[in-house]
T-cell receptor, first 115, second 115 residues
Framework: EAQVTQNPRYLITVTGKKLTVTCSQN?????MSWYRQDPGLGLRQIYY???????DKGDVPEGYKVSRKEKRNFPLILESPSPNQTSLYFC??????????????FGPGTRLTVL | KQEVTQIPAALSVPEGENLVLNCSFT??????LQWFRQDPGKGLTSLLL?????REQTSGRLNASLDKSSGRSTLYIAASQPGDSATYLC??????????????FGKGTLLTVNP
């Protein structure tokens, strides 16, 4: 089944404790992206990757890191989480970004709470 | 900077009614527009994608239209059912100013269909 998977689905952690949220897709998509969703603010892009070893900042990259060493994986790293990073996180993937048919497929989400 | 607005923010209708959800965007230089459905605490399910060269797309009881020049899209749901209750999100891909590689989301319309 074609899908985007994220792990963990739920995470409660404390301020300053490094964590990684994994994202994997099995559709051979070039483009991958991370979003966060907050009440009243909607979904906002954190980082995106056009292909392996190519990443760039989205609208809200502060406090996050990403890497794209393999085409199928795009982990989101919080080196020193803070309470304002409590949010619902989504990973998405799609075929080539600069096309009319660029349709993004989303993972199930990771609900992160930073105490 | 691309901005997406969805009206109304919430809508409650009796089962069987036809309804229209509205989406507007400020920058018409888009690749495409996607409509998503989000159930509470869940991920995003892509419903329809309309390329910038298209006027409408249909899937079952759903019909989405796009008027790129005026920056508007509508999602028409025919013969609504309680199972249609969810938040519906509109997202545009692209716009001038280097935003070609992300989706810009509206804040959604919360739809409730009452039996």
């Amino acid at each position: 089944e074609a899908q985007v998977t994220q792990n963990p689905r739920y995470l409660i952690t404390v301020t300053g404790k490094k964590l990684t949220v994994t994202c994997s897709q099995n559709m051979n998509h070039e483009y991958m992206s991370w979003y966060r969703q907050d009440p009243g603010l909607g979904l906002r892009q954190i980082y995106y990757s056009m292909n392996v070893e190519v990443t760039d900042k989205g609208d809200v990259p502060e406090g996050y890191k990403v890497s794209r060493k393999e085409k199928r994986n795009f982990p989101l790293i919080l080196e020193s989480p803070s309470p304002n990073q409590t949010s619902l996180y989504f990973c998405a993937s799609s075929t080539y970004a600069g096309s009319l048919t660029h349709e993004q497929f989303f993972g199930p989400g990771t609900r992160l709470t930073v105490l | 900077k691309q901005e997406v607005t969805q009206i109304p923010a919430a809508l409650s209708v009796p089962e069987g009614e036809n309804l229209v959800l509205n989406c507007s965007f400020t920058d018409s230089a888009i690749y495409n527009l996607q409509w998503f459905r989000q159930d509470p605490g869940k991920g995003l399910t892509s419903l329809l994608l309309i390329q910038s060269s298209q006027r409408e797309q249909t899937s079952g009881r759903l019909n989405a239209s796009l008027d790129k020049s005026s920056g508007r899209s509508t999602l028409y749901i025919a013969a609504s059912q309680p199972g249609d209750s969810a938040t519906y999100l509109c997202a545009v891909n692209g716009g001038s100013g280097g935003s070609n590689y992300k989706l810009t989301f509206g804040k959604g319309t919360l739809l409730t269909v009452n039996p």
